[in-house]
């Protein structure tokens, strides 16, 4: 090969490292541009007016209890933690947000927080009960949206301030709550889950097995897809249970049987949305009772649930 092939071939070489470096800077600062758009959830936490915290698939989780109510129950103080907890959920989609969420209201603020979410671009998707003969009676309010996630939290905040929802940044020290007094080891052998503490109630949150979709977007567990269960200790080793199991159309009787025969009561049945795939049922109930038998009686529920496997 001649002098002169051979310096061709070098200026060759040289050329397509210096293209194959310049498409790499490129690629990465695309990337880079792409990873630095993703929502910014402090920003949602401050429209909205209550920080959340970024849960298991990427969602940003707003909890926000009704501490202001006092809601008994056949003479059991519901706390927070079990019925009573008032949550939004956002999840990034690209070029968009997408937001459910429940709110937890009384009689006198479903329809004024209604008329500013329709004012405002954003769906109501259900509105139910979950409990029954609860002073004061509540009612739960099922939103959904999607948009640019600050203008969606800005939204929902004028809604919220039409009830009494506590607002504002979370305490950096939690109150003190106790620990459920209730056999919670066994009652993980029994339902074939691990529960976990919180607000003093033990909670279970069981997935569905296949994935849930709205509007073909997966819905998270974080985004209320999952089956809940909820004891509190109400003393001597019994609990007060309740909660929703998640359901397909052939699941919902069989279910109704088994915890009708196990004493636990259905309070309610109903759609949390409109464009699920599969089409999905939700259940509450509740019963006050021997905490390992209600344990025993909503496992033999869980049989007829196409759940995910521990």
């Known amino acids: 090969m001649s002098r002169s092939a051979r310096a061709l071939r070098r200026t060759r070489r040289i050329s397509m490292k210096r293209i194959t470096l310049t498409l790499t800077l490129v690629a990465g600062a695309f990337f880079g541009q ?46 927070p933690a079990l019925a009573l907890g ?11 947000a997408m937001v459910m969420g429940d709110l937890v209201l009384t009689h ?22 979950h409990l029954l003969r609860s002073s004061p009676a509540t009612m739960y309010m099922h939103v959904g949206g999607h948009g640019d996630p600050v203008k969606l939290a ?5 809604a919220i301030t039409q009830s009494k ?15 459920p007094a209730i056999d919670t080891a066994g009652l993980d052998r029994t339902l074939g889950y691990k529960g976990k503490a919180t607000g003093g109630i033990y909670q279970f949150s069981v997935p569905r097995a296949e994935p849930v979709r709205e509007a073909g977007a997966v819905v998270p567990e ?7 269960i909820n ?6 080793g019994k609990a007060a249970i309740t909660g929703d199991f998640v359901l397909t159309s052939d699941e919902v009787n069989p279910v109704i049987r088994a915890l009708r025969a196990n004493g636990i009561e259905v309070t ?8 699920d795939e599969p089409r999905l049922f939700f259940m509450h109930f509740w019963a006050n009772d021997d905490a390992l038998m209600l344990g025993r009686g909503l496992r033999s529920a869980l049989d007829h649930v196409k759940a995910a496997k521990p």
């Open 34 to 79: 792409a990873a630095s758009a993703a929502p910014d959830w402090a920003a949602v936490g401050r429209a909205l007016g209550k920080e959340g915290a970024v849960q298991p698939g990427g969602v940003y989780r707003v909890g926000m209890p009704r501490t202001d109510l006092k809601v008994t129950l056949d003479g059991v103080p519901i706390r």
């Open 86 to 96: 008032s949550w939004l959920a956002f999840q990034d989609m690209g070029d968009h």
């Open 108 to 129: 006198e603020e479903v329809n004024p927080v209604m008329k500013v979410l329709v004012e405002n671009g954003l769906e109501v998707t259900a509105l139910h009960n």
């Open 154 to 158: 800005a939204a929902l905040q004028k």
């Open 165 to 179: 929802t506590p607002m504002g940044a979370a305490s950096t020290v939690a109150p003190a709550t106790p620990a």
């Open 222 to 228: 974080a985004m209320g897809s999952a089956t809940v």
């Open 231 to 236: 004891f509190q200790p109400t003393g001597g």
């Open 268 to 275: 309610a049945l109903h759609n949390h949305m409109l464009d």
